[in-house]
């Protein structure tokens, strides 16, 4: 399967919201684009969960371009796609790899985003890379998460270091790092206890994890990613406000995106947090998860809607 038609599968429910809701905007003989129609398509983005701004802003596109005119459902498709395209625009934003040693890279993430299931593709991608890959346990106080990581470690084929069941986080985070350093590998993965952004005590702690970090490498962690869960919509961009103050993350992982029809929420923390989307999940297999594409993710976004008539 193509990044395009995995874009596709992981936006099927927003898409379907879309293809909906759009299309049934138009006639097919056309439709005057006047105040009505701009306020009606403009309630129909914003279900996507795309945010006030980008809806606002891609309605006065076509307001800018079509107001007063009679146009075809497939000419606004057009320019949406265009506006968003600008919208969604980034740096290629692949991983950055240390240019020498152990790359380091920290994941964080609410409780019940999808981090450890992240951790497991991303680790997976970095082996299928020909990488070798190492695994920090720092999720100290569920076993659950350290146990699910075992299994996910065995499947893969990649060591973990895991510390004593409510053990500092930031201890299991050291020997990972240290472990690293002795044994050669490419690339570590350290996962950390899912917190709420409002916790401060907890936030602290996530801040002492990426300070113990770089005493052992100076520029580590080079990356420190934050998984989100597409479905929360926007309490992800408060998330990725308040975890980037405390860890300075470096990029998102946009989790679940497959199960939710809000996948517009991925413009919304583009467009208001100024990180790159590094990863997409888009399903529930190993190789789900996708390096994130602008142009891939719009035309998935409207695939079908213009043709549909």
């Not at 309605?59 to 265009?82: A, M, N, Q, S």
């Not at 470690?153 to 350093?181: F, K, M, N, W, Y």
């Not at 975890?243 to 992982?253: H, P, Q, W, Y």
Request: proline share 2%; glycine share 8%; hydrophobic share 45%.
């Amino acid at each position: 399967m193509g990044l395009f038609d995995k874009f596709k599968q992981g936006l099927k429910k927003t898409k379907d919201l879309l293809f909906t809701d759009v299309r049934d905007l138009f006639k097919a003989e056309g439709e005057l684009v006047d105040d009505v129609l701009l306020e009606k398509l403009y309630a129909r983005l914003i279900r996507t969960d795309m945010g006030v701004k980008a809806a606002s802003e891609l309605v006065e596109t076509v307001r800018t371009d079509f107001r007063g005119r009679v146009v075809f459902l497939e000419d606004v498709i057009v320019v949406l796609k265009k506006k968003l395209r600008e919208v969604m625009d980034q740096d290629d934003a692949p991983l950055k790899f240390a240019a020498t040693g152990p790359t380091i890279i920290m994941v964080a993430g609410v409780n019940g985003a999808g981090k450890t299931t992240s951790i497991a593709k991303l680790a997976n991608l970095c082996k299928s890379q020909g990488k070798k890959v190492l695994l920090g346990a720092g999720d100290t106080f569920r076993a659950a998460a350290v146990e699910q990581l075992g299994i996910w470690s065995e499947r893969i084929g990649c060591t973990i270091v895991r510390g004593a069941p409510q053990s500092d986080p930031a201890s299991v985070a050291h020997r990972a790092v240290a472990e690293s350093l002795a044994t050669g590998v490419d690339v570590c993965i350290v996962d950390t206890a899912g917190r709420l952004q409002t916790q401060q005590n907890l936030m602290q702690e996530l801040t002492k994890i990426h300070r113990v970090i770089g005493k052992l490498i100076p520029d580590a962690p080079h990356e420190v990613l934050l998984v989100l869960d597409a479905t929360t919509g926007q309490n992800g961009i408060s998330q990725a406000k308040h975890f980037t103050e405390a860890v300075k993350c470096s990029g998102l992982i946009l989790a679940k995106l497959d199960g939710t029809a809000k996948g517009g929420v991925a413009i919304a923390i583009r467009q208001q947090v100024a990180l790159p989307v590094k990863f997409v999940g888009v399903g529930e297999q190993m190789d789900d998860l996708v390096t994130f594409d602008a142009e891939a993710f719009v035309d998935a976004l409207f695939a079908e809607i213009a043709t549909a008539r």
